[in-house]
């Protein structure tokens, strides 16, 4: 009877493959449904003042200049794809990720979805996301099992640093003083602070000596397991900047922390395609396809 427990072992197996089909497709309405949600929610208020760039710390000046930050129509939102590797933990080894990320400039928010595959036909769904300065991080194993579901403040502390290092994406809201002030420290090095809703997050932008943002580092809420965090130095490096629509923007970006004095790098970013102001939610890739490319 050898055929028989054959025959139910694939019947079991094709039913949660097919579970685990008709979930990415609901996690993925979710996302769309929360995008649009976002891209509604810019202020209908124009921004009518800006402050002067001559009373920016100097080196925010020379790369305001350089990205051409500074024009006629700042930018209102960016859509961006992105591949790359990730690491579910800092001993682990790096996957393959997919993702696709929105950013709205006024309020200040952001939701990203990133797939990883862990093995064939094994994959993570994580949207992350800070809107209206409230952070969330949802985890799903095959867009079906929840992983995790956090919120509180801490992880609004630590969506709003996320958020505050990838404005490079956007850089004209550098200029927007009524979410985003500078602090100068000489001249290589700037403090930014972003306020959204009540909620402040700070951190300091190193500058290389092409006048760009090299590096960003905060002290930031890292997650250690059982429902726990503590705050550990965090550092983005920022590389391969390019012209978009004549707007200068970086195109990989490199997460780390650093633990006992060691730098670990979790997540290695490589922008795809990247546009300003189209409010449509991208398709992700399907599983099997995000797994490969």
């Given at each position: 009877m050898w055929w028989a427990a054959l025959w139910m072992l694939v019947t079991i197996v094709g039913a949660i493959g097919t579970v685990a089909s008709v979930?990415?497709?609901r996690?993925?309405?979710?996302?769309?449904e929360e995008v649009r949600v976002l891209a509604a929610s810019s202020s209908p208020r124009p921004r009518t003042t800006r402050p002067a760039v001559n009373t920016l710390p100097a080196?925010?000046?020379?790369y305001l200049a350089q990205a051409n930050a500074n024009r006629s129509e700042p930018i209102r939102r960016v859509r961006l794809r992105h591949g790359g590797s990730f690491r579910t933990s800092l001993d682990g080894s790096w996957l393959p990720i997919r993702g696709v990320q929105y950013f709205n400039a006024d309020p200040p928010g952001f939701i990203w979805w990133g797939r990883v595959r862990l093995a064939p036909g094994v994959w993570?769904?994580?949207?992350?996301?800070?809107?209206d300065g409230i952070g969330n991080m949802l985890v799903k194993l095959e867009s079906t099992v929840t992983v995790a579901n956090s919120s509180g403040t801490e992880l609004d502390q630590g969506a709003l640093l996320r958020l505050l290092g990838e404005l490079v994406w956007l850089p004209s809201a550098f200029l927007d003083d009524r979410h985003?002030?500078?602090?100068?420290?000489?001249?290589?090095?700037?403090?930014?602070?972003l306020r959204v809703n009540g909620r402040a997050a700070s951190g300091e932008f190193e500058f290389g000596t092409d006048g760009l943002p090299a590096t960003f580092s905060a002290e930031r809420y890292r997650d250690i397991g059982a429902?726990?965090?503590v705050l550990t130095?965090?550092?983005?490096?920022l590389s391969?900047?390019?012209?978009?629509?004549?707007?200068?923007v970086p195109h990989r970006v490199v997460g780390a922390w650093m633990v006992d004095g060691k730098t670990l790098e979790y997540a290695d970013f490589e922008v795809r395609q990247l546009e300003f102001d189209r409010t449509e939610p991208w398709r992700m890739a399907s599983a099997s396809r995000s797994s490969k490319e």
């Open positions: 979930n990415s497709v996690f993925s309405r979710r996302v769309t080196p925010v000046q020379r993570i769904d994580a949207r992350d996301r800070s809107v985003l002030t500078w602090s100068a420290i000489d001249d290589r090095h700037a403090r930014a602070t429902g726990k965090s130095p965090f550092v983005g490096r391969d900047f390019r012209s978009v629509d004549g707007v200068l």
